[in-house]
């Protein structure tokens, strides 16, 4: 009997000899310890959670047919990490959740009152003071080329802007200038700013969408953070206005005096068209052209019409029958879906031609 590199192997007698030879020692080659590494945990409480429930016009190419909903959820503790959000559309008596909100979305409130400004190009004089949630948040400049590819998108109250530089001035404090204002069809909330505006950086790949039903459109929700130090914290509630779904306000409004009509006529936007990849005209948008408009001469009752066309004519008999005097016109277009889109007015005053 053999054994690999012995001489023998014998039992004899319940005792196991072997036979052996001398070899050559072989040093083991040295194998360097990997000592690990130390897993750091931040042991701070999470905090509660700050959400941003944003009923906004589309953000980029992606357009919705239902009501959508973005949700914008951060901590005030640095600690704060992410939260599952969970929506009610039985006035809170049952929840479901829809996701889970991970990373926090830089937002804060106006140190300052933003300043109306010019919407037709950079406004190069204005900016605005933001006081972020937490300390671990942080804004970055961008270069014009970059924020006119769409960077630096933000809410600040109900108007859309974007900005290319971005100042640190104090703790959690920023100053933002070179702005592009009234983005994505807000140019009517220019002038509606005071200190203490929500301030929110539009960052669809950080909020969570929501899509109710399109037949939910008008319809209040709840909605509510279930994260680490949520217990007990209250709800949101939020209606599905559909700015996702309302048509822009006109533009390049004009009024014309003739022998026979005072003559409005205008110029459409889409908001499926911001890219204006063709740059004749933008795309529809909607199932069928439509708008609604309406005259208004002083006490009088409002004449209202509903044209297929980017023009519309009240007839000059019926100013003088109202008097007329000044004249305003308002101009929405219509969606079959959502109904009045945002309205572009102009007045007309009765000396002009």
């Known amino acids: 009997m053999s054994c690999g590199g012995f001489g023998g192997v014998r039992f004899e007698n319940f005792i196991v000899h072997l036979e052996v030879e001398r070899t ?59 939260a599952a959000i969970a929506i009610s559309g039985d006035d809170g008596a049952s929840y479901a959740v829809i996701g889970v909100a991970d990373g926090a979305t830089v937002q804060g409130a106006t140190a300052s009152a933003l300043r109306a400004g010019d919407t037709s190009g950079w406004d190069r004089h204005g900016h605005v003071d933001v006081e972020l949630l937490s300390d671990a948040m942080w804004i970055e400049g961008r270069t014009p080329a970059a924020v006119l590819a769409g960077g630096n998108l933000a809410l600040v109250g109900d108007e859309i ?65 279930a994260g680490v130090g949520d217990a007990g914290s209250a709800s949101l509630a939020v209606a599905a206005g559909g700015q996702a779904l309302r048509p822009l306000s006109p533009v390049h409004l004009k009024l014309t005096r003739s022998d026979v009509a005072i003559t409005a006529k205008w110029v459409r936007r889409s908001r499926t068209g911001f890219g204006w990849s ?61 109904g009045p889109g945002r309205a572009a007015t102009r007045h007309f005053e009765s000396g002009a031609r």
């Not at 931040?42 to 919705?64: F, K």
């Not at 100053?175 to 505006?197: F, P, W």
């Not at 019409?305 to 023009?311: D, G, H, L, T, W």
């Open 24 to 82: 050559e020692m072989v040093t083991p080659a040295v194998v360097t310890g990997d000592g690990g590494r130390a897993l750091a945990f931040d042991d701070r409480p999470a905090g509660v959670t700050v959400l941003q429930v944003l009923d906004l016009p589309p953000l980029g190419n992606d357009i919705s047919a239902l009501p959508r909903l973005w949700i914008a959820a951060a901590g005030v503790s640095p600690a704060w990490r992410r």
């Open 161 to 225: 802007i974007q900005f290319s530089k971005a100042l640190a001035i104090g703790p959690r404090r920023f100053r933002l200038s070179g702005l592009l204002r009234g983005r994505r069809g807000t140019e009517g909330e220019v002038g509606n700013h005071a200190i203490g505006d929500r301030f929110v950086m539009l960052d669809p790949g950080g909020m969570l969408p929501f899509d109710p039903p399109a037949e939910a459109l008008g319809r209040m929700f709840r909605v509510r953070a």
């Open 278 to 338: 063709d740059f004749v005209d933008a795309p529809l948008g909607e199932a069928t052209e439509s708008y609604q408009v309406v005259f208004s001469t002083g006490e009088h009752a409002p004449r209202r019409f509903v044209v297929a066309e980017p023009q519309c004519s009240l007839p000059l008999a019926d100013w003088l029958a109202d008097g007329g005097g000044e004249v305003s016109v308002t101009v929405t277009q219509l969606s079959a879906m959502a």
